[in-house]
Structures are given as structure tokens and as C-alpha cells.
């Protein structure tokens, strides 16, 4: 809730509405679908959009000039020095940080351990981090390919005649994962300068 906008979420004091009408004569588009006539420039794609760093009390058309942009915040110094504690075969210090983390958010204290524990410290990045920029390279740092090769999945939602909003499950894009992409090509230009540079897998 802190971090996504959906269909019926509360925000600039009024419910955000991404649904799409059954029957225009009945009822209208919803004013953030990308039919409506409202708010068009910020409709969903997903049928979801980014609530986390929205202030709500600056308009959609102006810059907060006094807002700082962060670089590096204390959760990820926490979640960060958790992971390293957690691979250093220090799991009491992997659960000191992770629930740092966690604990202020108010979730219950991680008592995990072994691969478990892991996996909170992972779940609390996702959680924690979402949309500063770290998932993807996260998760390619993970090697994880089931988290990385995946169709982009979404809602439509349809408000029907009865006045009901029913969500549609739809691919909004495929996103195939080839183990290339573990590592970024070397350029054409470094393997010319040194011919002895093999170039990465897969390029």
C-alpha cells in the first residue's frame, strides 16, 4: 500500500480509477484508464503504478525543488551488511540487520535460519529497495533465472453494468532470460586494443 497506486487506492483524495467501462452509455471510462478523460498521462500500463516518492501535496504538473534524491540510504547499509553477515557464516548479525529493517516497517522479528534466513534478507530487499533501481541487478547477482525470465503480467479492469470492478489477468510483455545477459558485452572496440580478450559468452 505504501508503494503502489491500484484501482480503488485512495490518493490526492480521490480513488484512483485505471478501469475501462463494460458499456460507455452506462458508465464512463474510469478518469486514470487510458480511455477516461481525467488524468490520461498517468493511466497504467498494469493496471498498478508507483506511489512510493509521490507527494501527494505537489501537483501533477510541478517539481518539489526542495526534495533530495537519495543515493544510499541506512536500510540498504542494513540490508547489505545482513546479506554479507548471512555469507560470512554470521547469522546472528544477519538477523540483527535484517530486522532493522524489517522491524521498523512493523513486521514481525525474522528468527530464520540457514536458507531461509537468506531468503528473508532477500525478500526484505525487494520489499525494502522496490523501485530504487537494485531488483534487477539483484537478482542477476542471485543468479536466480526463474526471478529474472518471466512475462510481464498485468490487470485490466473492467467496471461492469452492475456497478462491479472485475480484474483481467493479461501479458503486458514477454521478457525471455538468456544466461548471456549475467554479463554485459565487451565492447569491439577493447577486444581490437587487445586481441587476446575473449569476448563474454553468448556476444
Known amino acids: 500500500y505504501a508503494n503502489l497506486n491500484f484501482n480503488g487506492a485512495n490518493y490526492r483524495g480521490r480513488d484512483v480509477q485505471y478501469y475501462l467501462s463494460e458499456d460507455v452509455n452506462v458508465f464512463p471510462h474510469g478518469l486514470d484508464s487510458p480511455e477516461g478523460l481525467g488524468n490520461v498521462l498517468h493511466s497504467s500500463k498494469t493496471g498498478y503504478?508507483?506511489?512510493?516518492?509521490?507527494?501527494?501535496?505537489?501537483?501533477?504538473?510541478?517539481?518539489?525543488?526542495?526534495?533530495?534524491?537519495?543515493?544510499?540510504?541506512l536500510a540498504e547499509v542494513y540490508l547489505n551488511l545482513a546479506e554479507a553477515s548471512y555469507h560470512s557464516g554470521n547469522e546472528i548479525d544477519a538477523r540483527k540487520y535484517v530486522n532493522k529493517v524489517s522491524t521498523r516497517a512493523l513486521q514481525p522479528e525474522i528468527t530464520a535460519s540457514g536458507t531461509e534466513l537468506l531468503d528473508a534478507i532477500r525478500r526484505e530487499r525487494r520489499v525494502e529497495l522496490a523501485f530504487e533501481?537494485?531488483?534487477?541487478?539483484?537478482?542477476?547477482?542471485w543468479m536466480i533465472p526463474e526471478h529474472l525470465g518471466f512475462d510481464v503480467k498485468g490487470l485490466r479492469w473492467i467496471k461492469k453494468v452492475d456497478g462491479s470492478v472485475e480484474p483481467e489477468e493479461y501479458t503486458v510483455i514477454e521478457r525471455p532470460w538468456f544466461d548471456r545477459q549475467y554479463y554485459l558485452p565487451i565492447p569491439l572496440s577493447e577486444i581490437e586494443k587487445a586481441p587476446a580478450l575473449i569476448q563474454n559468452a553468448g556476444y
Not at 503504478?49 to 540510504?73: C, H, M, W
Open 49 to 73: 503504478n508507483i506511489r512510493k516518492f509521490q507527494d501527494e501535496s505537489v501537483g501533477l504538473t510541478e517539481t518539489s525543488a526542495d526534495r533530495p534524491f537519495i543515493l544510499y540510504g
Open 133 to 141: 533501481g537494485h531488483s534487477f541487478f539483484d537478482e542477476r547477482r
